[in-house]
């Protein structure tokens, strides 16, 4: 409450994510929070109008959301989005959190209705592709910046087809 009031000062706002993985918070001592639910919860609390989600499709997916889920949320709620995909042929409660796709790479997310889903609350703010891959850290910049973008353009383009 402490930050978001700072942040508020500035006219910036804050969004929390949750963990949604199972190997990372069964792995951990004390598990945080892993679902939508829950981070709503800690929203609420806090009470500050500068606070919402930082809703990753990743974390969606890995914490068992629906398109339903994403169809209750309201704008406001909604501070920045990251987008990618998951490794096909892994279980869900088997994905590891640090080895993601490019958006739309495997289909495994349905980036699509996860879009159309934003779409449909009238989301305005950020969207951001959040892949883990090695191959794209060891590449140029130009060239990921160009495999990225064609990514990027192909799950717009799918999204616009589901709204």
């Given amino acids: 409450r402490d930050v978001a009031n700072v942040l508020a000062d500035h006219e910036l706002r804050l969004g929390l994510e949750y963990d949604g993985p199972k190997t990372s918070w ?95 609350m009238g989301y305005d703010g950020p969207v951001t592709p959040e892949p883990f891959r090695a191959d794209l850290r060891q590449s140029p910049p130009a060239a990921v910046a160009r495999q990225v973008g064609s990514a990027l353009a192909k799950v717009w383009h799918a999204a616009r087809l589901a709204v």
């Fill in 26 to 120: 069964t792995s951990a001592r004390y598990p945080f929070l892993h679902s939508m639910a829950e981070m709503k919860d800690l929203i609420a609390e806090i009470n500050r109008a500068n606070v919402g989600l930082l809703l990753d499709s990743w974390h969606w997916y890995t914490a068992h959301a629906t398109l339903d889920d994403l169809k209750r949320l309201d704008n406001r709620l909604v501070v920045q989005v990251h987008i990618n995909d998951a490794p096909a042929g892994v279980p869900v409660d088997e994905q590891r959190d640090n080895v993601r796709d490019l958006p739309g790479a495997t289909g495994v997310i349905d980036l699509a209705g996860f879009l159309a889903a934003l779409a449909g």
